[in-house]
């Protein structure tokens, strides 16, 4: 077999993993649950490891994540004598086994921009014609496909595509009714007049510090749950509303509130080990479908990844998560310009869109999302650790 036939064949191979990972996207309430493409994803990050032999970029990204990996890895282990029952911990383990998709997109990203350009223009059409008129979650999902939006732009560096970036996932928001698109666009706004790193920081720092405190406050009233909570009816939750003004603001961000208390105040100290798999994570919970009680304590997420997955991994998932997005901010900030002059800026703009859907809604702990978050971190990893090989390749010897 000749070189050129056979990179022919490995990028069919990547182009395959594409398409299924798009189809992933737009529908994995379809795909996943019949076809198991979350699945795909990781097997194929894993088959690729395993053909590079286990070698692995040295990059900061790679090793924060191969030592989540590493710790998920012990969790599967203790978890095997403090699990209920076995069912659940198999369905806790898409935690751990998803994060093989991060392989699949740090060693095929050098193909990823012929197959984008391949399919732009069937994407615009698709999107183009959903985005105003709403329709199911199986032919276009709520939340996911704002991760699409970047690839819909050949040229990231025109002033004006940032604001139609914007402005899609407002109309996103509203046609779909998410609010999770429309806390993308106002994060995305807030990305875009950053003058540079340290403003961003300094902005996403106060933010963190003022909800902390308001989260403090609410507590005691939060904890209201538990007096008269029952599986068969509302009372209790309305009770927590009717308590404090800002919780009687909305209830769904309620329950979140209430969730969240759980995994970080109610599991305390046990979560600072980490309460692993096939155990019980909430106690309290809305329920939409009762056939489906038994497996809401072990399965719900909290609609927060990042809470959700301190509470099973405990502090050292926290330890090696923001050193993940430090990294990927600061890349972002400082060299945009490289960034948007080879457009791999979009792919800085897909992964922040899960980012945020992971910060309201069940993602990293779901096979509905999480496939897609790990593969998104493997593309940006891998264009951080090429843009710093080259320009250490640019640098003069000695």
Not at 48 to 60: A, M, V
Request: glycine share 6%; with cysteine.
């Amino acid at each position: 077999m000749t070189n050129a036939s056979y990179i022919v064949r490995k990028s069919s191979i990547a182009y395959c993993l594409f398409a299924i990972a798009t189809f992933y996207i737009i529908s994995p309430w379809f795909v996943e649950k019949k076809l198991l493409f979350n699945e795909l994803i990781a097997f194929a990050g894993l088959a690729i490891l395993l053909y590079k032999r286990g070698r692995i970029g040295r990059d900061p990204i790679s090793l924060c994540v191969i030592l989540l990996l590493f710790w998920g890895l012990v969790h599967a282990l203790v978890s095997v004598f403090r699990m209920d029952t076995f069912y659940y911990y198999l369905r806790n383990l898409v935690i751990l086994y998803s994060i093989m998709a991060f392989f699949a997109g740090y060693y095929c990203l050098r193909w990823l921009g012929s197959y984008i350009d391949r399919i732009r223009k069937l994407l615009r059409i698709y999107i183009g014609v959903l985005l105003f008129l709403p329709i199911s979650k199986y032919l276009f999902e709520r939340f996911g496909m704002a991760m699409l939006f970047p690839a819909l732009f050949r040229n990231p560096a025109r002033k004006w595509v940032p604001w139609l970036l914007i402005g899609i996932n407002i109309v996103y928001g509203f046609t779909y009714d998410s609010l999770t698109a429309l806390v993308l666009a106002m994060f995305y706004c807030l990305l875009f007049i950053s003058p540079g790193y340290k403003f961003f920081r300094q902005v996403v720092v106060i933010l963190l510090i003022c909800f902390i405190l308001l989260f403090i406050y609410l507590v005691p009233y939060l904890d209201i749950i538990r007096l008269h909570y029952s599986y068969y009816d509302t009372g209790a939750i309305h009770e927590v509303m009717r308590s404090n003004r800002i919780l009687g603001i909305d209830g769904n961000n309620t329950w979140r509130l209430v969730l969240w208390k759980e995994i970080v105040v109610d599991h305390f100290p046990a979560n600072l080990f980490g309460i692993g798999f096939g155990t019980p994570a909430l106690k309290y919970f809305p329920v939409e479908d009762y056939s489906k009680l038994q497996t809401l304590p072990y399965l719900l997420g909290s609609h927060n990844s990042f809470v959700y997955l301190f509470g099973r991994l405990g502090l050292v998932f926290v330890l090696l998560i923001i050193p993940i997005y430090r990294c990927i901010f600061r890349e972002y900030f400082y060299h945009k310009q490289y960034y948007y002059g080879n457009r791999q800026i979009l792919l800085f703009w897909s992964f922040f869109a899960i980012t945020v859907i992971a910060a309201f809604n069940p993602t990293l702990e779901s096979p509905i999302y999480s496939g897609a978050y790990w593969l998104l971190l493997g593309f940006v990893a891998r264009c951080i650790y090429n843009r710093r090989t080259s320009t250490k390749n640019l640098l003069p010897g000695p």
